[in-house]
């Protein structure tokens, strides 16, 4: 069942140096999560921080009438509980958006990593500013556009951190997500679904025609996209050169240290950066 499961499915797991993988590897739990599952409840501390490779999760954020609207979602492309990691509690609940599957450890382990201040600190601080402005862009869409632009932009965001085609969630989640009634979600799709653009029943979405979806959507959509790709892809794939050049060249210069007779002080120009102890998993 999980032959092709792999860590390095989440794009965050899979950006980090191998020797920072290597670290975590050990301590990353493979985990089922079932649409509707709480994985962070409002208000309570985080022991385990999330990476979904196939699920979907979303910030849950309540008012005392009972409602609750959702502002963003998270997927293969980052990961949860980013508060517990700078320092702050948890104000809000963490929902199971699409089912699917993930990995998750402890909070405390990965607080050890985030604090050597290297890749996966980078990479966290750039998907806090990353998931900033899809929140932001949400809202703007959420006030200034109709159901069926913001369903469009839902949907392809959601096949954005999918596996395929199909989204296994109900009208009243995305009714939720969008901020709207559940009929006019209902409305919306049924326009999609006379367009040949997707097919729901019982609770799945199966796209068949992106590129329909893609016609209809908002600028939203890709404003959302091009912050993720600078912030994250763009801005790491740049790191990572710098980083690999550096390496290069210090290997280089201990090279002719020692060809030419001279100490091998140099090598304490390096940088390393410090063991990580762990605590072994319980």
């Known amino acids: 069942m999980f032959l092709f499961e792999n860590p390095k499915k989440n794009h965050l797991l899979a950006a980090l140096p191998a020797e920072d993988y290597m670290r975590l590897r050990p301590y990353l739990e493979h985990v089922r999560m079932p649409l509707g599952q709480f994985i962070h409840e409002s208000a309570a501390p985080i022991t385990h921080v999330y990476f979904p490779t196939t699920a979907i999760v979303a910030p849950l954020y309540e008012v005392k009438n009972g409602a609750s609207v959702q502002l963003a979602i ?44 290297g890749t996966l600190q980078r990479l966290a601080l750039h998907f806090v500013q990353a998931l900033m402005t899809q929140m932001a862009q949400n809202a703007v869409c959420n006030r200034h556009h109709n159901v069926e632009k913001q369903l469009c932009r839902f949907l392809l965001m959601s096949l954005d951190r999918s596996a395929g085609d199909e989204l296994q969630m109900t009208h009243e989640q ?59 892809w763009i801005r790491h794939a740049n790191l990572t050169a710098v980083h690999v050049a550096e390496r290069k060249a210090s290997r280089e210069k201990e090279r002719w240290s020692v060809n030419c007779g001279e100490p091998r002080t140099a090598r304490q120009e390096t940088k390393f950066r410090p063991p990580l102890t762990l605590v072994q998993a319980e």
């Open 74 to 117: 998270v997927g293969n492309e980052g990961f949860t509980g980013i508060s517990s990691l700078l320092g702050g509690g948890n104000s809000h609940g963490i929902v199971v958006q699409a089912a699917g599957y993930g990995y998750r450890i402890k909070e405390k382990i990965l607080k050890i990593e985030f604090e050597l201040q």
């Open 174 to 232: 995305i009714a939720i997500m969008l901020g709207v009634r559940r009929e006019s979600v209902t409305q919306a799709a049924l326009k999609l679904q006379t367009a040949g653009a997707i097919r729901y029943s019982r609770g799945h979405i199966t796209v068949f025609r992106r590129e329909e979806l893609e016609k209809s959507v908002c600028e939203c959509y890709s404003v959302v996209n091009s912050e993720y790709e600078r912030l994250l």
